[in-house]
């Protein structure tokens, strides 16, 4: 017997998705929604590769250090260079907003909707690769600025059809808590201290989170939000004057990352049994002073495709799938197949976006096929058909038929 | 004097290209005609994830050892897997339709447009990254699939609107090849060679090529193309028949990789100062049964943005950049920018894609930045504009100016 060669594996590499044609239509509804909304706000589409220079994520001091080595995908190219695989997007616009800085005008709008990388450890919910939409103005000071990247955040979720009631924003500004910490006379320890533990509070009891912050001399009524900051204050009844009703203050918000410098957000599903952060971000006014002297300020959020994906589904924001083939043309004989072509050209230049069928199987084989991949509509093209110019279009789901004249089909799919 | 910490480059990793929003907009262009004109024909989109096993690239031979350890990205997780960046699709469409073979129906019609990764020495013209639509037909074996794929890449470049005479569709079949090898009698030895020579062709002159050939026992005459194999000569009347008459027969078509089995075609560039293969693909009918082994008939191609902006440049075809953002809001003071802001938010409404300026510089340098962002359209918005309602209109490019009422204003950028 002759030996048989071993076959390969058809899974994909651990941690990362395969983007099946069901899959990959509900990432180009999303992008699609959320390019219309950003772009209609004025922010214009960039990216870049995501290969970069593993110098790159080494700058912003030790904690770094050991992302680089650990939580990112950090390799020698042959050149002896290292090169990371980008885990976020943030320092690539900071080195290109600096690299091109007199080119442009400010306030610069920014998006892009890359695919970025983490070295985890394989578990549910936590892929080694998503894509994330960022959303970045740079070189405005203005509070406005800040606003409007919270009416975007907003907006990105509402013109998925999110209500208000479906999600909340919370904002805070680490310029405040800089106030705080130096009214109350901090040291730099128990800053760092207080820091963490605003970051933790989410994860924490109640009673723990209390405790450890009386450790700091601080009372939860200190920190409970009910003197709300004059500037925020502001900007929440200009919200409320514009009907916009789901923005609080929350002095405990203030992001993980250490390059932010003024008002911070997080974005969170107000379902009570999944009741987590969906986003966030903030101003960030230093970054560019990475690469040169002359810092641009920044302010932005960036948006995981899996999070957003598992938001939506939960509200049943996500239509079934449909394919993007309007009409699949099915044939009764092989013989047919040149005439079949010519009719799909037609129908095509009609606008009309159309598959056909070479005839190779059964009709009934045909028609299954044309089911399991999805596609509305079909037409059996046989010598009848073509003679009389006259074809039945029949909706593959409800099994409703409806007979169309040639010349008329283009504006019928037009209007399905 | 405090030491100032050393700067950052602001350059790209070696050989990959950052996307400003200039060159976004192309890539943007460019595969948005490409995905109207391939789901007009029944193509589906799909896609992966980059990193793919390294063993995928390797089960080809020992020609494509040497291929994934000198010309791919492949590096050593920390869970000691191989994993390569991957420099092709074709085999991870070949493995994602053999891991859910039985949820398609065929024929199945699948495109995407990944980016891909070659370790390649930076040099002109050959990045390490770039973008490549890949258009596959599955489980047909019907000559009218292969046609279909010549179709659709001569609609694609046309679809640009490229013209017939700026390009020309090669055509040959790996059986006609096998089957002159075998009436030659040539020797396994041999007909390597011959495939060699003939992929080595447009590199070499006329008179060293026929020289080898000679050597080999073959007259240039026998390759001349001057015979046309019925079966193609049936297939190019059909073309003619439909108004499509730059496809040709070419016998030294040969495609180098080896999974090749039947039809081969290359298009290449009429340009006399640059005769080049812009692309090619043919039928492949053995890669899934790297898988299992059943396998399914494949036939496709595969083209890169970078070959395609060359050619679509060459010929005037691609559009100078405009932003996205259709008109620029600046005012007259900062004391305006929530009524800014307001109108801004009815204009999206509208439908109208915005940009707003916080008031934050002075008018002139807000519209210098306007013009700097290539925004086409700008409204100056001051106190006497808010209280009469009627709005300056300003073509930033022939510096046309137009008055347009308030509640006018949606239609009249709907029209631009």
Known sequence: MPETPKKLSTES?????????????????MFKTIREMVEKVGYVEYNASILE??????????????LVHEQTYTFVDRGGREVTLRPEMTPTIAR????????????????????????ERPQKGRLREHWQLNVDIFGSNSPYADAEILGVAYGVLTSFGAKESDFIIKVNNRMHLNAFAKRKELSAESFASLRRLLDAKNKMEVSAFNESLLALGITPEEISGNHVPEDIAKMIDEFKAAGINNIQYDPSVIR????????????????????????????YDNLTSLFDNEPIPGVGFGMGDVTLREFLAS???????????????????SDLALQVQTFAGELRRGGVRVAVDFGEKKLADQIRMASKNAIPYLIVVGEDELSSGTFKVKNLTSGEEKEVLRNGLPAYFGGV
């Open 13 to 29: 590499y651990k941690g990362v998705r395969d983007f099946y044609p069901e899959e990959q239509s509900v990432q180009n509804f």
């Open 256 to 283: 993980g990352f250490d390059y932010y410098t003024g008002m911070v957000f997080e974005v969170y599903d107000t379902d009570p049994n999944n009741n987590r952060s969906l986003f966030g971000g903030g101003r």
């Open 53 to 66: 220079p593993a110098e790159l994520y080494r700058s912003k001091g030790a904690e770094n250090e050991e």
């Open 96 to 119: 290109m907003v600096a690299g091109r800085r007199r080119d442009f005008g400010y306030p610069l709008r920014l998006y892009s909707i890359p695919n970025v990388f983490r070295y």
């Open 315 to 333: 509200r049943n924001l996500i239509e079934p799938y449909v394919s993007t083939t309007q009409v699949y043309l099915a044939t009764t004989s």
